[in-house]
């Protein structure tokens, strides 16, 4: 699976919107659309960062792994 999806996925499971996540993890709610819909990739360091705020791993985000 993407890692938009992956996004989408686990942050509709935490009932949040996009600009909510985007506030929790410190990025444009612009961005995470973008991600979301596979229109851009995020660097690595906002990857973490979204990882983090949604509690699973870089690689479970990534799709690198069953769980975090």
Partial sequence: MEAGKIIAQLRDQKGWSQSELANRAGVSHVMIG????????????????????LEVSLDYLVGQAASA
């Fill in 34 to 53: 973008k991600y979301e819909r596979g229109d851009a990739t995020p660097s690595l360091e906002v990857a973490k960062k979204i990882a983090d705020t």
